[in-house]
């Protein structure tokens, strides 16, 4: 018999990650992704000012990241407060969950690989205060399979931004996306 205070690990299992077949693997991120990700980070009435950067492991997660803190700093916002890394397999994603919340910042933002995410963010609602709707993903987290996978409100409220400057928001296991907003097609001047 299971004590009250004993909780279940938040570990995926590996039969469960089977089932949702394999999760596309991140993709450099786009010009378009980029700015993006700040103008919703810097929208009118977000009141952001510090963030904490995530991500996994994988050369294009990294990239992400670095390039997002970079572009941060040149809108002359306060520095990221930390980055942190995490691996996409691992017996536990404590001290990488521990360190993504230490500083409590206003936002999170994220690069990462679908099922390294899942697992890091399992762990982050089952041990910290982390808060889903303070946190921004790249388009790779863009996919209902990863909050599916993370579990039905894990992620719910968390948002991201499509590689083509698109926006996405998941609303319990489900990831909807907007269209990114089309500039006016400029016409013919004259006369008819």
Do not use: K
């Not at 469960?16 to 010009?31: M, N, T």
């Not at 970079?70 to 404590?94: F, I, M, N």
């Not at 996978?149 to 400057?165: P, W, Y």
């Amino acid at each position: 018999m299971t004590s009250p205070m004993t909780m279940a690990s938040p570990l995926i299992s590996p039969a469960e990650a089977a089932a949702y077949g394999d999760l596309p693997s991140p993709a450099p991120h786009s010009d378009a992704e980029l700015a993006a990700l700040l103008a919703l980070l810097t929208a009118p009435g977000t009141r952001i000012a510090t963030v904490v950067v995530g991500h996994s492991r994988d050369a294009a997660s990294r990239s992400s990241a670095a390039a997002f803190a970079e572009a941060w700093r040149a809108l002359g916002r306060l520095p990221v407060l930390a980055v942190v890394d995490w691996p996409e397999s691992a017996a536990s994603w404590l001290r990488a969950a521990n360190r993504f919340t230490a500083e409590a910042p206003d936002a999170w933002v994220v690069a990462a690989a679908p099922l390294g995410w899942a697992q890091m963010s399992r762990r982050l609602r089952h041990s910290t205060d982390w808060d889903p709707a303070r946190t921004y993903g790249f388009a790779a987290l863009g996919d209902s399979r990863g909050p599916a996978l993370a579990g039905q409100t894990t992620l719910h409220g968390m948002r991201g931004v499509t590689a083509d400057g698109g926006i996405w928001t998941v609303d319990r296991s489900w990831v909807t996306q907007q269209l990114p907003a089309r500039r006016p097609t400029a016409r013919p001047r004259g006369t008819l």
